[in-house]
């Protein structure tokens, strides 16, 4: 048996349109051809997603030298599989980092990948480290750092940019995992002496 309050009107049986007149969304969207693929009901501020963007393409950036850096000079006994992981994240980064450009252009905005200024656009640091450890340590810290700044985004987002949030909730997810691997690089790492010591 169906209440009433659990009955639910499809947008045709309410009277509400489900798209605009046909003829107006068409002249609608003609008016407006030179933006690609934004249309008037682009419902955020354009300019500002795409500043933010430019800034998680700054942070994907840097991290990508950074992982670069930690994957040609990582040393000692346990490094080889520690800097193939760090080679992983670095292509991971490098494919974050064309998608936000990509999006940028959808935007019709302009990525920024000039090298002047990268550190100040970027939400990580780039850090060396003289350790195998201290190097898993500071990408520990920037995946920490690009995990808070995604979910900072999409909090801005609010729904109102659905094409952007997937994106960006689809880079978050590798964050967290790449966060999770150094996590257990970095545990793994600090087993080592112990062992050596019993």
């Keep these: 048996m169906t209440?009433?309050?659990?009955?639910?009107?499809?947008?045709?049986?309410?009277?509400?349109?489900?798209?605009?007149?046909?003829?107006?969304?068409?002249?609608r969207v003609r008016h407006h051809i030179h933006?690609?693929?934004?249309?008037?009901?682009?419902?955020?501020?354009?300019?500002?997603v795409v500043q933010i963007l430019n800034e998680a393409l700054a942070t994907e950036l840097v991290c990508i030298l950074r992982y670069k850096n930690?994957?040609?000079?990582?040393?000692?006994?346990?490094?080889?599989?520690?800097?193939?992981e760090f080679l992983e994240h670095?292509?991971?980064?490098?494919?974050?980092?064309?998608?936000?450009?990509e999006r940028i252009l959808q935007l019709g905005?302009?990525?920024?990948?000039?090298?002047?200024?990268?550190?100040?656009?970027?939400?990580?640091?780039?850090?060396?480290g003289s350790s195998l450890r201290e190097l898993v340590e500071e990408d520990l810290l920037a995946e920490r750092v690009a995990v808070e700044s995604y979910r900072e985004i999409l909090r801005f987002l609010e729904d109102r940019d659905p094409t952007t949030t997937r994106?960006?909730?689809?880079?978050?997810a590798v964050e967290e995992e790449h966060a999770t691997d150094m996590k257990c690089l970095l545990s793994q790492l600090e087993a080592v002496p112990a062992k050596k010591a019993a």
């Design 35 to 48: 933006m690609g693929a934004i249309t008037p009901n682009y419902e955020h501020d354009r300019e500002k």
């Design 70 to 84: 930690h994957y040609f000079t990582a040393t000692g006994m346990e490094s080889h599989g520690v800097a193939e």
């Design 109 to 128: 905005g302009k990525p920024d990948f000039n090298p002047r200024g990268l550190m100040e656009r970027s939400h990580a640091e780039y850090a060396e």
């Design 3 to 27: 209440t009433k309050n659990s009955e639910k009107k499809s947008p045709s049986s309410s009277g509400q349109k489900f798209l605009s007149d046909v003829t107006t969304l068409r002249e």
């Design 167 to 172: 994106m960006i909730e689809d880079i978050l």
């Design 90 to 101: 670095a292509e991971d980064e490098e494919e974050h980092a064309d998608s936000i450009a």
